[in-house]
């Protein structure tokens, strides 16, 4: 293999549009506002990568973007490549936090490793376990008839996860979504909830016993990312699994998550953990403490889908299924060349060297805010 260096990168600051608002317990969501990285060789090879931040749970745009552009570009010019490790060492010692950028300067670096190679990124942090994977939808519209059309769609299209939206309304509203859709459609879908820690600590075993009647898979993130002995208390009181995600960042939060039972469930990003590499590294810890993973997404165009996807194959064991539906059920328009490989309620990961999946140019440019190199 011959040795490259890194000749280019270029940061692009895209603001996708919405088909629809989505509300959470922290906040509506309107877009996809991500930072996408562009890394070229002197071979003329190109990786792609996705920081998608979220400012109310793990940063900016702004921010994520600077650290690609501004603090980390001068230490990976002239560089190999292949020094994935390496790389991300060095912008864990140059950057604090930004692990979204990270995990778009991993992603970027491993697509070119897979393309000199011929290996997908699967093959290449471990082995490709799985060609596809169960997805599902977030049930997210305050308007809840424009939701129930969404998901009779969603449902003829093959999708039997949906993951409901709680505590931006009041009780009765999300008791009164999940009643229609079990009447609806019975035991033929896995029902969930996610609070975005939308639940004051002091409610929140009563709230959510008084769901439990409906069959749920797993109840997400009630309370506040640092309320972790009121979500270890809930993981004791509640028959349903419960699942960590802001509460869940990285390894380190993984392995205090698993010595105090903090959840039944870990819930799987790489914009959170900093990376394909530092996911894996989580669900190892979980898989140990006999903790369930699932994969997550942010708010997210099909680059950071796919990169996702990557990681759902690498995972020896995975129950639960991922969601990675924005790009064909949220956003408008995705960027890539390609589809992401959405069909009968399956994510199919793509199978081709690196991530699998390219980029169109003029879809990058019409939805980008910003271009620094």
């Not at 600590?201 to 009647?213: C, G, N, S, V």
């Amino acid at each position: 293999m011959q040795r490259q260096e890194i000749q280019g990168l270029r940061v692009h600051v895209v603001n996708v549009p919405a088909k629809a608002v989505h509300s959470h317990g922290s906040g509506d969501v309107a877009g996809i506002n991500s930072v996408i990285l562009e890394v070229t060789t002197d071979e003329g090879l190109t990786g792609w990568g996705e920081a998608s931040p979220w400012p109310v749970f793990t940063g900016t745009a702004e921010g994520n973007a600077a650290a690609l552009h501004v603090h980390l570009r001068p230490h990976l010019l002239g560089a190999d490549p292949v020094q994935v490790e390496r790389h991300l060492a060095m912008a864990d010692r140059v950057v604090v936090g930004c692990p979204e950028a990270k995990a778009a300067l991993e992603t970027a670096l491993l697509d070119i490793v897979g393309q000199m190679t011929g290996l997908s990124i699967a093959e290449l942090v471990g082995a490709r376990h799985r060609d596809t994977v169960p997805m599902s939808f977030s049930v997210a519209n305050p308007d809840f008839d424009a939701d129930r059309e969404d998901v009779a769609r969603l449902y003829e299209d093959g999708v039997r996860l949906f993951k409901l939206k709680t505590g931006f309304e009041d009780h009765a509203f999300d008791k009164m979504r999940l009643e229609a859709l079990r009447e609806g459609y019975g035991d033929s879908v896995s029902l969930r909830i996610d609070y975005n820690q939308g639940l004051r600590a002091t409610d929140a075993i009563r709230t959510l016993r008084d769901l439990e009647a409906f069959d749920l898979t797993f109840i997400e993130q009630p309370v506040k990312r640092h309320e972790r002995a009121a979500l270890a208390d809930i993981t004791r009181a509640i028959d349903t699994p419960i699942m960590a995600d802001e509460s869940v960042f990285n390894p380190r939060e993984a392995l205090a998550g698993v010595q105090m039972r903090l959840a039944d469930v870990f819930a799987l990003k790489i914009m959170k953990s900093g990376g394909i590499r530092r996911a894996l590294e989580v669900a190892a810890i979980a898989r140990i403490g006999g903790v369930d993973v699932y994969g997550g997404c942010m708010f997210e165009t099909g680059v950071a889908h796919a990169a996702g996807a990557q990681l759902m194959a690498a995972l020896p064991e995975l129950e639960l299924g991922c969601e990675f539906y924005m790009s064909t059920y949220y956003a408008r328009e995705d960027i890539l060349s390609e589809p992401f490989p959405v069909r009968d309620g399956l994510v199919h990961v793509p199978s081709g060297p690196g991530l699998g999946v390219t980029v169109d140019r003029e879809r990058l440019a019409k939805y980008r805010v910003d271009l620094l190199q």
